[in-house]
């Protein structure tokens, strides 16, 4: 699968993560590590009483759809990674994840968090958006992803929000 443009931000965005070892060390800790900084707003979301740990259940609903979701995607669209391309001269700057590379797990799980959060909190929701696409941009940084799998993540998160927020809406309804 071939989108025009691809290839030379990929190539841009690495180019900038290869710029200095700083500049590389950034982009390998937001593509690899910064997921985990979502883990934050879980005690946050815990202290804010029923309505906190109601998002909260939603965070982990969200986050875990677009896990599944994406994973089932990948096994269908198995699409070559940006380093693995022969004669790309693109890089691999972490270990090579081990699914295909359309669309973004990490992506898509940032950015239905962040989705759901800004539904709650709007400074929450706005650190929360940061964050994912900070993520989003090293990913493609280290060579692991495409802006299209990116895009594709992020599509992924907004269905995934939407059906989660429908499903509670419902739940609720029933209580």
Known sequence: MFIPGDQAMVSLLQSMA??????TWIAIGAARYLILSLLFFFPVLWNRGKQGKHILSEVVWSGGGALLLTAGISRIVTRLRPFSVEGSGISNLIPEPFNSSFPSSHTSVSFAIAAILLSFDRSLGTIA?????????????????????IFGGMMIAAVVFFLVKFMHKQIWKKQ
Do not use: E, K, M, N
């Open 18 to 23: 290869l710029s200095s070892s700083v500049a």
């Open 129 to 149: 958006f940061g964050i994912a696409g900070v993520i989003a941009i090293g990913r493609i940084a280290v060579g692991v992803h495409y802006p299209s799998d």
